[in-house]
């Protein structure tokens, strides 16, 4: 995303892969990257981004991605990302929706560009989740606050949700919850562990890491055909998951 946006603004929290040490790299490339921390003993997520979003609102930015860094932004169709901003109005907020990607046994294991390396994802996405973005102009005209995971913005006044465009724009989001095994432990262990420290996160906040945390504490290998499972299962509470995946290489265009 460094040749789309003009500021990032990124919280680490309980990071330990190196991600500190890869932004402060590209800091020195001269990408505009703000690194925050967010306190290790807790998952303050919505805080967290509601707290940026404060920031910007007497801002000058003209458009607000809340991400994710398991989310890419991928246009629909032969239009770049610019090209498609060009044509939205910044009185609507808008939502991209999922779409999955999963590892298999096709995945280019020494490719280290996530967005390159696996290369299917799930056929149909079992229950319909998406992201919002907006202008910052939404901020003035809707005072409101981000949902926890960056679903939906709310009204700060009567807590209503604030109306999302009619009419879809042409952004998906690549989604890459499960990358690797290691990966895979990491995020669930460590993102439970914050969970159990916060009394104010009940048992269905991020349920599927819960559903989990036994699995990636058990020293037994997962196999790539497992972590594909858990892949297609991420997030489907209700009813069956997704049994498929389709070939569908990411488009790097921005």
């Keep these: 995303h460094k040749d789309l946006f003009d500021r990032f603004i990124i919280t680490l929290h309980r990071s330990v892969d190196g991600t500190k040490e890869r932004l402060e790299h590209y800091i020195q490339a001269g990408v505009p990257i703000e690194i925050r921390y967010a306190p290790p003993e807790s998952y303050p997520q919505k805080e967290v981004m509601n707290g940026v979003l404060s920031e910007l609102e007497a801002g000058e930015q003209q458009w607000i991605f809340p991400l994710d860094a398991d989310e890419f932004l991928v246009p629909i169709g032969n239009q770049s990302i610019a090209e498609v901003l060009d044509g939205l109005s910044t009185d609507e907020i808008y939502e991209m929706p999922w779409k999955t990607y999963t590892p298999t046994v096709h995945d280019i294991v020494t490719e280290k560009d996530v967005r390159k390396r696996p290369t299917y994802r799930r056929e149909k996405e079992m229950q319909y989740y998406s992201k919002v973005f ?121």
Aim: hydrophobic fraction near 35%.
């Design 134 to 254: 907006f202008a910052s102009s939404i901020l003035q005209q809707y005072p409101c606050v981000l949902a926890m995971g960056n679903h939906y913005l709310f009204q700060k006044l009567d807590g209503k949700l604030v109306p999302i465009a009619p009419h879809k724009c042409a952004i998906e989001l690549a989604h890459f919850p499960i990358r690797s095994e290691a990966q895979f432990r990491r995020k669930v262990i460590g993102g439970c562990e914050s969970l159990s420290e916060d009394p104010t996160k009940g048992d269905q906040v991020c349920y599927h890491w819960r559903s989990l945390y036994e699995r990636c504490r058990d020293p037994n290998p997962i196999s790539i055909e497992e972590l594909q499972k858990h892949a297609l299962e991420y997030t489907v509470k209700d009813g069956p998951p997704c049994c498929t995946v389709v070939e569908d290489p990411i488009q790097l265009h921005v």
